[in-house]
């Protein structure tokens, strides 16, 4: 069966600091991957996704990157961090191509990021 | 994009309840998910249904596409079902342009007391 792991759990990093979060999906191969944003009150916004190595598409600018430099690997990064960048962020995965079996989305357990 | 509207935004109920949850949108749709999030955050898909009734346990749902809602149910309702339900959408006028791109609505927080 298909896991998604996601770390760290919780992380506090100051203002200015560099981030880096990690996904990584086993059991499936060339999975679309995702990563979102969930702020205070609750809604996901998407922030990049992904459909093979190397490839990224950003939904909003914003002070965030992503990488994909394995296959069932996706980072989320920041050069400097802001307060602003504070929020849950979940890494999601879904298998390739349309249709009920490939479209579910599968959320990993979230990192808690606190910029103080 | 499309619009994800989620009502009520609050729900308490006692335990053995019955709910109904309700996710309206703006536009068609391709893809339609609910999720429950608990209260560690931890988000599980529940249903794939851009169309059509499925059930699952105690939980079922009905999307009416023509009518741009979907209701999500949730019978005799149990302390380990509180937590952020959501909905997400796909709107077909951004099938092909952009992949897998879910809209979420803002939630219903239901909290099942004993």
Known sequence: ?116 | GIQVEQSPPDLILQEGANSTLRCNFSDSVNNLQWFHQNPWGQLINLFYIPSGTKQNGRLSATTVATERYSLLYISSSQTTDSGVYFCAVEGMADRGSTLGRLYFGRGTQLTVWP
């Open chain 1, 1 to 116: 069966s298909q896991t998604i792991h996601q770390w760290p759990a919780t992380l506090v990093q100051p203002v200015g600091s560099p981030l880096s979060l990690e996904c990584t999906v086993e059991g499936t191969s060339n999975p679309n991957l995702y990563w979102y944003r969930q702020a205070a009150g609750r809604g996901l916004q998407l922030l990049f996704y992904s459909v093979g190595i190397g490839q990224i598409s950003s939904e909003v600018p914003q002070n965030l990157s992503a990488s994909r430099p394995q296959d069932r690997q996706f980072i989320l990064s920041s050069k400097k961090l802001l307060l602003s960048d504070s929020g849950f962020y979940l890494c999601a995965w879904s298998k390739r191509g349309w249709g009920p079996t490939n479209e579910k989305l599968f959320f990993g357990s979230g990192t808690q990021l606190s910029v103080l």
